[in-house]
């Protein structure tokens, strides 16, 4: 699968925010230009694998809206003020997802990708109590224990400037 980079004017067809030009650059200039040696088709894999961990834990905090009913990705989005009040241009993908995005690319690489419904299902958690002289143990296991969601506070900072916030919903008046 190739990459089809969004270049601001809501591509219908777009799977990426960066090409793998931008993800060479990104980590050549941070001293680590192994991107470069592989092959195409890997980064392409490592490139939607960090879209789709991006789209699931950030995309429905961004600030603003999307342009177009029919673009396939979250950008370009109008009215997308960052926490400076500043209008960003509709015809944009911000800098900041594409640097959050290279890094969930190496995200990716770590293995730390979306869990599977499964891995949810198989959490365990136990519980000691002690009372007197008596000691208490419980484990729990199954659908009845969630996993953890992934946060990655470096992200989170950088996505900062176009995130809202995720303690408040989006009122829309009618």
């Known amino acids: 699968m190739a990459l089809i980079v969004e270049d601001g004017t809501g591509v219908a067809a777009a799977n990426s925010y960066i090409s793998q ?3 060479d650059a990104f980590w050549s200039q941070r001293g680590n ?3 470069g040696t592989m092959a195409a088709d890997s980064v392409e894999l490592l490139v ?7 789209h699931a834990l950030y995309g429905s ?7 177009k009913v029919d673009q396939a990705l979250e950008f370009p989005r109008a009215d997308l003020y960052d926490n400076e009040g500043l209008l960003r241009p509709k015809t944009m993908v911000p800098p900041e997802v594409k640097k959050a ?6 995200k990716a690489i770590d293995g730390e990708t979306i869990p599977d419904s499964d891995a949810s299902a198989t959490a365990v958690k136990k519980q000691r109590q002690k009372v007197g002289d008596l000691e208490i143990e419980t484990e729990y296991t199954g659908s009845g224990v969630k996993a953890v969601g992934k946060t990655f506070n470096e992200i989170e900072m950088i996505l900062a400037p176009v995130l809202g916030s995720k303690a408040m919903g989006r009122v829309v008046r009618g």
Do not use: E, K, N, T
């Not at 939607?48 to 991006?54: G, N, V």
């Not at 995005?101 to 190496?106: E, G, P, T």
């Open 21 to 23: 030009a931008d993800l």
């Open 33 to 35: 230009p192994s991107f």
């Open 48 to 54: 939607i694998q960090a879209m789709d961990l991006f």
């Open 61 to 67: 905090w961004l600030r603003g809206r999307r342009v």
């Open 101 to 106: 995005l290279c890094l969930l690319v190496q």
